[in-house]
């Protein structure tokens, strides 16, 4: 079965995950808001902290933040209550007699850092540095090179999450799903590497007026570490970061939702440091092509898997990959040993 609202559960409580770059979070009261199987998940910038919670009030549990991201005091829209300087300010606290104050609290969650990517847990069975492993220096090198989020793209994938990050750690669909974007890269001598329950896949551009094209652009970034191929790193469990010769990234979020047969669906392009003002001239319409692209992309996973029967057996120990989709069997042994040491 794909559909385990107990192990969903588990991995969203049991592991760290990748919700932000610093860049989102740089100004006092910026924040951003991802919804998940647990219910909301909000991180914002309060006053040089970062707090992470579950987005709810502890006076009656309204929403305090409503939309996606953006900037905002952590105020209650119901009865007041607010959020500053790393406490809770209540009006008329006189009112609340005998109730006792002082024991009010946000739901907060523990925050870490790698590099400038921002990690969030609840439980966490281990230290970020443990769950990361190898993928650390990959996504610290990244993250340091990101400059700033251009756009942001958050709906409902109608299937279960698992189906959604299968179909992402695995290129045999590029091609019949994606000929007109993703495909037009034809990506070529595709790598695996793994590291713990996380992977990493490159490859290189197989469409070689593409990759002179990206190649040309090279003058316009100030990047410390400049790649020639295509990059996904699955960061397990919910998250990728993506990339094209990094000059661009899309960390893309594939959260549970409390339905199971749908997914939270989130991917911000972020971009990389520009060499210069006038490159950032230069490079407005790529990014904005960049930006469409990625939409479109997202759009055709999207309708090829809410096709997939949400009660297919992923887990049935029969089954069936091609020698590239070794990455989708490297994710199902993960979410078995997972649920192997939960004793589900
Ligand atoms: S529910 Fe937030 S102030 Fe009452
Ligand atoms: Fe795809």
């Given at each position: ?120 847990a609840?439980?966490?069975?281990e ?5 990361l ?9 990244i ?60 490859a ?12 040309s ?15 996904a ?21 594939f ?5 199971p ?72 042994d ?11």
């Amino acid at each position: 079965m794909s559909i385990s609202p107990e192990t969903d559960r588990h991995l969203a409580r049991s592991c760290w995950h990748l919700v932000a770059h610093r860049s989102e979070l740089l100004a006092d009261r910026d924040y951003v808001r991802l919804s998940w199987v647990l219910g909301d998940l909000a991180v914002f910038n309060d006053k040089g902290s970062i707090v992470a919670f579950d987005n709810l009030c502890p006076h009656r549990g309204a929403r305090i933040f409503r939309e996606v991201g953006g900037n905002a005091p952590a105020v209650c829209a119901y009865h007041g209550w607010s959020y500053r300087g790393g406490r809770l300010r209540i009006p008329k606290p006189q009112s609340y007699h005998p109730c006792d104050l002082a024991a009010a609290r946000l739901n907060e969650m523990s925050v870490a850092w790698c590099g400038n990517f921002l990690f969030v847990a609840v439980a966490p069975a281990e230290e970020l540095e443990a769950q990361l492993g190898g993928t650390w220096p990959v996504l610290e090198v990244i993250s340091r090179d990101i400059d700033r989020r251009r756009d942001v793209n958050a709906y409902a994938y109608e299937c279960p999450w698992r189906v959604a990050v299968e179909n992402a750690l695995e290129p045999d669909h590029v091609q019949m799903v994606h000929p007109e974007t993703l495909g037009q890269l034809q990506l070529t001598e595709a790598r695996n590497a793994y590291s713990g329950r996380n992977s990493v896949l490159s490859a290189e551009i197989g469409n070689a007026r593409t990759a002179r094209m990206l190649r040309s652009m090279r003058r316009l970034f100030d990047i410390g570490h400049q790649r020639e191929d295509y990059l996904a790193v699955h960061v397990f469990p919910f998250a990728f970061v993506t990339s094209t010769f990094g000059y661009s990234y899309a960390l893309q979020n594939f959260m549970p939702a409390r339905d199971p047969c749908r997914t939270h669906f989130s991917s911000r392009l972020l971009t990389s440091r520009l060499a210069s003002q006038a490159a950032s001239q230069a490079t407005e319409a790529f990014f904005a092509s960049v930006a469409e692209i990625n939409r479109r992309v997202f759009a055709e996973d999207h309708e090829v898997c809410r096709h997939v029967n949400a009660e297919f057996a992923l887990d049935d120990p029969a089954r069936i990959f091609s020698a590239t989709e070794d990455k989708v069997r490297h994710f199902r042994d993960s979410v078995l040993a997972v649920k192997r040491d939960a004793g589900f």
